[in-house]
């Protein structure tokens, strides 16, 4: 592809993105996982390993949530520096803390943080083009779908949060570029590169382990001869393991049992299946776990309530995973909701708070829609079966667990430039039939599910919109 359009739509990604961090220079983090993802950061850059909870730390938790919570469960040998933790995956916390040991972990560090994620956030328009071209589109589409990441509100919102996604998104899309070059090239290097880059994207977030397996036999399907192709998927298999491993005998060692990346997957069980979930977060079900401080234990729990929850209504599973697939492909209005309701952002003008929600949600409905639709209609190819891998896999995995709107912010990028291909190449136009026939079922499902969202929260929009919205303190 031509580099100097390209640049020029990075410049404009660089320009939105940062002007936004500059203009909320002194906002506070305001969520749970912010705070977690800042202590573990601020433990690190001290030098006192992974640990959360420090004494301060777990003194102000206590005094903001304390009327919700029972007294935090505090280990006998509970150490002033904190608790060793296992509970979020590492290399997000590693990322901050690298800003942290550069610029200090005073007040400023958060600005700081967010002008970094602000350049990592940039940096996926190009990297999406480059994508698209892999995937077949058009240098044409793939230019225009670079834009669209550039564009999209809340990919240029998300660098001011403390939150996975702002690197996430980026390893995730760059480990597509690096099978899709894999697949191309078929050298041993580049099996093996891709395999180490989904590793780090599983050290951010496990969401992709699944995707692994799948991309593996993906790297051997249709190779000759087969010895080539089992080679490529076990080279990605171990560059995966090699980036993995040491950190599962990290988790492992720490609580004298097998631990992956994270213990965190009892905890979400036990929200996705508790009998008064909807299959989504829940402020008031997350306090129920949360003044466990041993991540084994809480896992152990979680995991025990889980089978429980099963086994006294099995009929209820297929219908909260419906729920969770329509969470999962929702609008993603749910920070704004928080922030904007609980005067982080001030009171806004009736037009404005509507304004807001319909630049958050009209994007979701064109790329989604138009993106896995080009999923659909493009022609078959290795490549684009990879991607159908991915948006298949990644679904998959919170429709089994839990399941809300931001989750499928990591694939919004890959459906920017896919949505770019139906829109500037049509494919249609060369689809059969029965492609065309899954389009228009795709599309109507997920115009009944949008429309059947903001019919049920048609209540609480009117109240945020109306004066006094900034004021409704909204839980998450």
């Known amino acids: 592809m031509r580099l100097k359009p390209l640049a020029g739509i990075f410049l404009l990604a660089l320009v939105l993105r940062v002007g936004l961090v500059l203009a909320f220079a002194d906002l506070r983090i305001g969520l749970d996982d912010m705070f977690q993802y800042d202590m573990l950061a601020r433990s690190i850059a001290a030098g006192n390993g992974y640990r959360w909870y420090a004494q301060e730390d777990l003194q102000l938790i206590q005094r903001y949530v304390g009327r919700y919570l029972p007294p935090m469960q505090i280990p006998p040998e509970y150490d002033p520096r904190g608790i060793p933790t296992s509970f979020r995956p590492p290399l997000y916390p590693a990322f901050l803390a690298l800003v942290y040991l550069l610029v200090g972990s005073g007040p400023r560090r958060f600005l700081a943080a967010r002008l970094v994620q602000a350049v990592v956030g940039a940096a996926l328009a190009p990297l999406a083009a480059q994508v698209g071209r892999k995937l077949g589109c058009s240098e044409r589409a793939a230019r225009w779908g670079a834009l669209g990441v550039a564009l999209y509100p809340l990919l240029v919102i998300y660098p001011l949060a403390l939150a996975t996604e702002n690197l996430f998104v980026f390893l995730l899309l760059l480990a597509l570029w690096a099978l899709l070059r894999a697949g191309e090239r078929g050298r041993a290097f580049d099996y093996g590169l891709a395999g180490l880059l989904l590793g780090l994207a599983a050290l951010t977030r496990s969401a992709v382990v699944p995707f692994v397996p799948l991309a593996a036999l993906w790297t051997g399907w249709g ?66 776990l949360l003044p466990i401080l041993d991540d084994g234990e809480r896992n152990r729990l979680g995991m025990e309530a889980f089978w429980s929850f099963v086994r006294a209504d099995p009929a209820r599973v297929p219908y909260l995973m419906a729920r969770k697939l329509s969470y999962f492909w929702g609008f993603d209005r749910r920070g704004f909701q928080y922030f904007y309701s609980n005067n982080f952002l001030g009171a806004w003008q009736p037009w404005q708070v509507g304004g807001a929600l319909g630049l958050l949600c009209a994007p979701t409905a064109l790329v989604v829609a138009a993106g896995l639709a080009g999923l659909i ?3 078959p190819r290795r490549s684009t079966i990879l991607a159908a891998l991915l948006v298949i896999s990644f679904t998959t995995g919170y429709v089994l667990i839990m399941a809300e709107a931001r989750f499928h912010l990591p694939l919004i990028p890959l459906l920017a430039v896919l949505a770019a291909h139906t829109l500037v190449d049509r494919p249609w136009q060369g689809a059969a039939r029965w492609q065309r026939g899954l389009a228009v079922l795709l599309w109507l499902a997920l115009a009944a599910n949008w429309g059947w969202e903001l019919a049920r929260d048609a209540e609480l929009l009117r109240a945020l919109i109306a004066p006094g919205g900034n004021q409704l303190y909204l839980s998450y």
């Open 223 to 288: 190779v000759r001869p087969w010895r080539a192709g089992l080679r490529n998927g076990a080279l990605v298999v171990l560059g995966f393991l090699l980036v993995t491993m040491p950190w599962s005998l990290r988790n492992s060692l720490l609580h004298g049992e097998f631990h992956f990346v994270e213990t965190d997957l009892g905890y979400n069980l036990y929200m996705g299946y508790h009998p008064q979930s909807s299959g989504t977060f829940s402020v008031e079900l997350s306090f129920d």
């Open 377 to 379: 209609l493009a022609r």
